[in-house]
């Protein structure tokens, strides 16, 4: 598996603290390298399986995601790394 290394950020200081509402990032950095592995392990279980699908699926689902909660009856979080998160997991199957 390929390392996405250290990406500079212009204008960011590595070592300044971020704020509060980025903590749940890793949520959505975690489901991006458990969804490649689990590409490469169950494509044939994903309904999107090709780049250009699976984000046009992505963007799709996040224009649309207040709908897939109410439809699972779920509430919206309102942290938004968690909806992303969910948009992410979620665009291997949406249509």
């Known amino acids: 598996m390929r390392s996405l290394g250290v990406m500079p950020l212009a204008g960011h200081d590595p070592d300044a603290p971020l704020p509060e509402s980025w903590q749940n990032r890793k949520l959505a950095t975690a489901a991006a390298w458990e969804l490649a592995a ?7 279980r994903w309904e999107n399986t ?4 699976y984000l046009h699926a992505l963007s799709t689902l996040l224009m649309s995601i207040e709908h897939a ?16 998160t969910d948009a992410l997991k979620g665009a291997r199957f949406y249509e």
Do not use: G, Q
Request: glycine share 0%.
């Open 38 to 44: 689990d590409f490469e392990r169950n494509s044939e």
């Open 50 to 53: 090709t780049l250009p699908d």
């Open 69 to 84: 909660y109410a439809n699972n009856h779920k509430a919206i979080p309102e942290d938004p790394w968690v909806v992303i």
